[in-house]
């Protein structure tokens, strides 16, 4: 990967800077002193003493050709910013509503899930009253047309398919679908809407007085969703929890903060941030919290980033819960995402933030050094990190102490209370085939469409196991499918990753149905040796 030094930046302006300083010269050479010709130049055009925007002003002033400066500022800054933290980082206007997308909570649209697995758009579900739902389409439906021009077999990428069903609310886009036994395509025509964004990707009652939810990202409807959800659980004899922040890069640091007051007492620091001048900004609980009374596991790993350390560090430096699973991701740095005028922005560093007990958790990182600050968890997955917790060290000037005697220590992401490794032990080459050419997903899509009725009626987690248990020919019936799409039978393979295969098949037929991410996460839990401990340090855990 090419990066840019400082002196790779900065040659060429001091360059450019020095051609002009020599023009000017010859110029006025003989006429009025060159220095004084110069300052009354400098003046007119007001440039600034900053010798970066000088050259840019020079060049847009002096330049013998006309220059776009929209164009060479596009160019010039994500060079400027690369130089700051690996954090820091200018976003296009083109690329802006997609970014802040996934954290506003909602979007135009036509309110269906689907996967191009075999280049034709399949839907997986509707959104129950939505644009789509109220137009008719149906989850097995396949899209053949949009407005009148075919998508199917075309390989389009997926990401141009989302723009032509995408737009503004209350325009239409007409839908040419292809619906089993109908013979032809069925005409819709869908009237966009706003489509809600949901965080929170699963919530459920998991096991006895255990519930289980999982958060995605931290954006803008996080809290009143975990809110809105912890009540649900509450209905059901919930009193412990599954928080799952595994993956999750974070998102809104206000939505941390919120999230991390539902479950701390009031008074409990939850984080503060520092800025260069050395200013704190404290934030409390503020004793509000509907989750005051629920014991928590919270789920981390090298995936869990930013907001997710947060709420992670702030539970764990009060003693408010267990964290499990393996070592964050290790951001520290705040950003504030400042606008300019094109409707670009600039996503700039101005703080560092630090654990109740003062720990700060940014992983080290070289000015510049992008490739390498990004190959960090593949070194860690080499330092054998993801399967020993020996493995990991810190430096011990950077140990901590919690209220209750808990030892933490900052430098490099939260390491949790309970260490669980990463368990490859069934996964096989038969299992890594199936799985990484696709075809455990693709017959997963054919048998939902073979079973669309029954699937259709399932509404809750305990029907959709009874369907489930019912087919007691799942894994064999996937085994003959796997062979004709080319992987032979490896009986001993199949034998070794046969748990594993089941619950994935499970898993991604109960997503198939109206249950989405509830219908995955329920299947997949029993192979999921983090979601087990967590279980298992719950019911260990008596109430006061």
Do not use: C, W
């Not at 009060?318 to 964290?323: K, Q, S, V």
């Amino acid at each position: 990967m090419y990066k840019n030094s400082k002196r790779t930046i900065l040659f060429p302006l001091i360059l450019a800077t020095g051609v002009v300083l020599g023009i000017l010269f010859g110029l006025y050479m003989g006429r009025h002193s060159t220095a004084s010709q110069l300052r009354g130049m400098l003046q007119r055009i007001h440039v600034p003493d900053n010798k970066l925007t000088q050259t840019l002003s020079f060049i847009e002033n002096m330049y013998v050709d006309s220059v776009s400066m929209d164009s060479l500022s596009e160019h010039v800054i994500p060079l400027v910013v690369k130089e700051l933290d690996p954090h820091s980082v200018y976003i296009p206007a083109d690329e802006m509503a997609e970014l802040n997308e996934p954290l506003e909570g909602e979007f135009d649209g036509i309110g269906v899930v689907f996967n191009m697995a075999t280049d034709t758009v399949i839907v997986l579900n509707v959104i129950p009253h939505g644009p789509s739902d109220k137009a008719g389409v149906k989850a097995g439906d396949r899209i053949i047309e949009i407005d009148d021009s075919v998508v199917a077999g075309r390989k389009i990428p997926q990401n141009r398919i989302v723009k032509r069903l995408r737009g503004p609310r209350g325009t239409h886009v007409k839908l040419g679908l292809q619906r089993q036994p109908i013979s032809g395509l069925v005409d819709v025509d869908v009237v966009r809407d706003v489509i809600p964004i949901k965080s929170i990707e699963a919530s459920f009652r998991i096991v006895d007085d255990i519930g289980y939810v999982k958060l995605g990202q931290f954006a803008r409807t996080s809290t009143v969703e975990l809110q809105r959800a912890l009540a649900e659980l509450r209905a059901e004899g919930v009193a412990k929890l599954i928080f799952d922040l595994r993956g999750n890069a974070g998102g809104y640091l206000d939505q941390a903060i919120a999230i991390a007051n539902e479950f701390l007492h009031e008074g409990q620091l939850i984080v503060y941030t520092e800025d260069r001048n050395h200013q704190q900004l404290r934030e409390y609980a503020d004793g509000s919290g509907t989750a005051q009374d629920v014991e928590v596991a919270v789920l981390i790993d090298e995936g869990s980033a930013s907001s997710s350390e947060i709420l992670a560090g702030a539970l764990q430096d009060n003693d408010r819960g267990t964290i499990i699973g393996r070592r964050s991701f290790g951001k520290g740095l705040v950003q504030r995402q400042i606008p300019y005028a094109d409707g670009s922005a600039l996503r700039l560093t101005i703080a560092r933030y630090y654990t109740p007990t003062g720990r700060s958790i940014q992983k080290p990182y070289t000015i510049g050094d992008e490739a390498g600050y990004a190959e960090d968890i593949v070194h860690r997955y080499e330092n054998n990190e993801f399967f020993s917790a020996d493995s990991i060290h810190f430096v011990d000037s950077l140990k901590r102490t919690t209220p209750g005697g808990k030892v933490v220590y900052g430098g490099g992401g939260i390491m949790p209370d309970l260490f669980v490794p990463a368990d490859t032990t069934d996964v096989t080459r038969y299992f890594m085939e199936v799985v990484g050419r696709n075809i455990l997903y693709r017959y997963t899509i054919e048998y939902a469409d073979r079973h669309r009725e029954a699937l259709n009626k399932v509404q809750t987690l305990p029907e959709l196991k009874r369907l489930l248990d019912s087919d007691r020919t799942l894994v064999d019936d996937f085994v003959r499918y796997a062979a004709r799409q080319g992987v032979a039978p490896r009986p001993a393979d199949i034998a070794r990753s046969r748990r594993l295969i089941e619950a994935q098949l499970r898993a991604y037929i109960g997503r198939n149905t109206t249950l989405e991410d509830n219908g995955f996460y329920a299947n997949i839990y029993p192979v999921d040796d983090v979601i087990l401990r967590a279980i298992e340090a719950l019911k260990a855990k008596k109430k006061p």
